[in-house]
């Protein structure tokens, strides 16, 4: 076998695997999904995963690296559709992830959420939440919420507002 350590397509199959069979360590996931493209190509699959995984990650550099790689993601040439869909979400013990934080930004149609205790701001449209919560949303209010990815970056999904 001619297999190579920094051969970036075994790199990108050895960790589309390692999630399929069940891995969720990001940091195991980032590494092998970081071999998997350089910066400028278009392996826009690769750099999403690690952006996504690196989110995870408990390196505040590691998040920032995220973020700067998501908002790179926007600009890459796909219909609207693929870049805003929603392809993966936070989850711990099989089960969504929900987070709590408060509206620190409502517009019509999209705001920011603030995360408790990383304190990191994250996206929300109205779109990824139901219509009754969206209009009951405030600057300020208590939310909850789970936490998903797609090309066009990282996002609050189905808010709930908190009594």
């Known amino acids: 076998m001619n297999a190579k350590p920094g051969d970036k397509e075994l790199n990108s199959q050895y960790a589309k695997s390692l999630r399929a069979g069940g891995e969720r ?6 590494y092998y999904f970081r071999r998997a493209f350089t910066r400028g190509d278009t392996n826009f699959e690769a750099q999403f995963w690690y952006a996504r995984y690196s989110f995870e990650r408990r390196d505040a550099g590691a998040r920032e690296e995220s ?5 790179h993601l926007r600009e890459a040439p796909m219909p609207h559709e693929e870049r805003v869909r929603i392809r993966d979400v936070l989850r711990q013990d099989e089960q969504d992830t929900i987070f709590t934080g408060a509206v620190t930004k ?33 600057v300020g ?11 066009a970056g990282i996002r609050a999904l189905e808010l709930q507002v908190l009594g």
């Open 67 to 71: 973020r700067q790689l998501f908002q």
């Open 25 to 30: 360590d990001p940091e195991t996931l980032a």
């Open 106 to 138: 409502r517009e019509e149609t999209y705001g920011f959420v603030q995360r408790d205790g990383i304190a990191d701001e994250i996206f929300c449209h109205r779109d990824n939440t139901n219509e009754q919560q969206w209009s009951n949303l405030r």
């Open 141 to 151: 209010t208590r939310v909850a919420f789970k936490v998903g990815f797609s090309f």
